[in-house]
């Protein structure tokens, strides 16, 4: 623990002798990555610790096992995930109107389907999130900024 924490103050020491321009620069990629990562798991279908989203409820109007089109195909564009970068800061977070509808699946609560009609639980599905394998990632873009 002790020798994570010596890297931590090494890499905030480097950090801040970037210019204000140059770390934000560097953050506003890093969203960007991490957008492209979390779209990938958006589109594959996968929560970030790597298990599978929850299939979606056969009812009685669909044939088993057929799939129209994939689960939030719309809400992992860059129209409604967007990226946030200050030069201390770096985020990805859905926009607008859907930042609702991402809640209830992420969190997996109750909502109406349509205005006046039936409330549902909805599955937990978790849209945005962090993994070892996106930690990794972000810190060997870091270093690359660094060497550079």
Do not use: C
Not at 38 to 47: F, T
């Amino acid at each position: 623990m002790d020798d994570l924490q010596r890297v931590d103050d090494w890499l905030a020491a480097l950090l801040a002798n970037l210019e204000p321009a140059a770390r934000n620069r560097m953050m506003r990629q890093l969203a960007q990555e991490l957008r492209r990562s979390q779209q990938q798991n958006i589109r594959l279908q996968r929560n970030p610790d790597g298990t599978a989203f929850e299939p979606r409820r056969v009812t009685a109007r669909s044939k088993k096992g057929r799939i129209k089109r994939q689960m939030f195909a719309k809400l992992r564009t860059t129209k409604y995930l967007k990226t946030a970068a200050t030069a201390d800061s770096a985020s990805v977070q859905f926009e607008g109107k859907v930042q609702r509808i991402a809640r209830v699946h992420h969190y997996g609560l109750r909502d109406r389907v349509r205005r006046n009609g039936p409330e549902v639980h909805y599955a937990e599905r978790r849209l945005l999130g962090i993994n070892s394998y996106q930690v990794q990632l972000l810190s060997d873009a870091i270093l690359r900024w660094l060497t550079y």
